[in-house]
């Protein structure tokens, strides 16, 4: 079943194509990785499915039912993980989740608890995020993504500043979510992670794709495609 459907979607800046209209469909549980070199789009997408920045052409509709300028109902559906990290720098780790968690509805104490588990920081719940490394940042936001289990998980680079027992972590509970039906798009700069998660990785240049894998059997092959086409973007 289709889960979300992007429809010539685009976005100019007044000196700027950032993104050329793009038209895709994910399925439910279907996994979507954006490659491409600084400044190919990424982002620019990610911000219009997140519903963070306005279309200038196109539109996106969520569940078949849910379009994009419907945002509250929209956005109640997905779990979205930012490149930086927002300003709530004053909270505990806890705190944050739980602040997050008020926006969804369907988020409990008991997930907040879970995930904290799950992207292992049960042991820092008290800990004021100021104190927290880069990679643990970078855990946490992935966690409040996760809450009130989004139909669609949209992330902006989510292994930046991982090390490669939680990059590890990451592919696991990404192809957990899969599993369960939610549906995930990504960005990402490393090839092997595109290579694992991807049921189709779009490769970006200037705003285009340029390039389309889909279903990727052979990981090695593959990792060796993208990085080829890293070089060439
Ligand atoms: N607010 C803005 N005003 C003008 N141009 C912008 C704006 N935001 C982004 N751009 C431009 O749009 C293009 C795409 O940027 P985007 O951030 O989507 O790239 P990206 O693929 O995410 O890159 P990176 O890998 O460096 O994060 C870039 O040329 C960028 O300079």
């Given at each position: 079943m289709t889960i979300v459907k992007a429809d010539q979607l685009s976005k100019k800046y007044p000196s700027k194509q950032a993104l050329a209209p793009i038209s895709f469909e994910i399925s439910t549980g279907e996994c979507l990785v954006l490659c491409g070199g600084n400044g190919a789009g990424k982002s620019t997408l990610i911000h219009l499915l997140a519903a963070l920045s306005k279309p200038t052409t196109g539109t996106v509709v969520l569940d078949s039912t849910?379009?994009?300028?419907?945002r509250q109902a929209y956005v109640e559906h997905i779990g979205y993980m930012p490149d930086e990290f927002p300003s709530?720098?004053?909270?505990t780790v806890q705190e944050m989740l739980e602040f997050y968690a008020a926006y969804?509805?369907?988020?409990?104490k008991a997930q907040v608890s879970f995930i904290l588990n799950k992207i292992g920081l049960f042991d820092q719940r008290t800990t004021f995020i100021t104190s927290l490394s880069k990679g643990m940042r970078q855990r946490l936001l992935f966690g409040q993504a996760l809450l009130?289990?989004?139909r669609l998980l949209l992330m902006d680079?989510?292994?930046?500043?991982?090390?490669p027992y939680w990059i590890n972590e990451f592919l696991a509970i990404v192809k957990e979510m899969q599993a369960a039906g939610t549906s995930i798009i990504f960005s990402t700069h490393m090839m092997d992670v595109a290579a694992d998660a991807g049921d189709t990785v779009l490769f970006m240049k200037e705003g285009k794709v340029i390039q389309e894998f889909q279903h990727i059997n052979n990981k090695k092959k593959t990792t060796l495609d993208l990085l080829q086409l890293h070089r060439n973007a």
């Open positions: 849910i379009p994009l300028k419907n709530q720098l004053g909270m969804r509805p369907a988020a409990s009130g289990e989004p680079e989510p292994t930046n500043g991982l090390d």
